[in-house]
């Protein structure tokens, strides 16, 4: 079993810049992919970013690509979120992630990930 939590969000003008960390509990953090997900009101939870168990590919949501950054420590357990120009649309609760599976395993749908985080709210003014 694996246990996140999430730290970082906050109000932001658009145009600037957050740092989002997730720290996982457990020895098997590197027998997991991991993601960032993000709702924001009223919508369902969305695909924002994932990394593979290595580390070595990351994938992004169109409305991110070029924006933000996903990496991983698998030596200290943690999954990073860096987020760039950042919009008002990008405002929305953001997830962490996990979930278990091969070496090339990408989750990017809600319901292929195992465990979640609490979330913590990114707010983008304009």
């Known amino acids: 079993q694996v246990q996140l939590v999430e730290s970082g969000g906050g109000l932001v003008q658009a145009g600037g810049s957050l740092r989002l960390s997730c720290a996982a509990s457990g020895r098997t953090f590197s027998s997991y992919a991991m993601g960032w997900l993000r709702q924001a009101p009223g919508k369902e939870r969305e695909f924002v970013a994932a990394?593979?168990?290595?580390?070595?590919?990351?994938y992004y949501a169109d409305s991110v690509k070029g924006r933000f950054t996903i990496s991983r420590d698998n030596a200290k357990n943690t999954v990073i979120l860096q987020m760039n120009s950042l919009k008002p649309e990008d405002t929305a609760v953001y997830y962490c992630?996990?979930?278990?599976?091969?070496?090339?395993?990408?989750?990017?749908?809600?319901?292929?990930?195992?465990?979640w985080g609490q979330g913590t709210q990114v707010t983008v003014s304009s």
């Open positions: 990394i593979r168990r290595s580390g070595g590919s990351t």
């Open positions: 992630a996990a979930g278990h599976g091969s070496l090339y395993y990408t989750p990017r749908a809600p319901d292929e990930y195992d465990y």
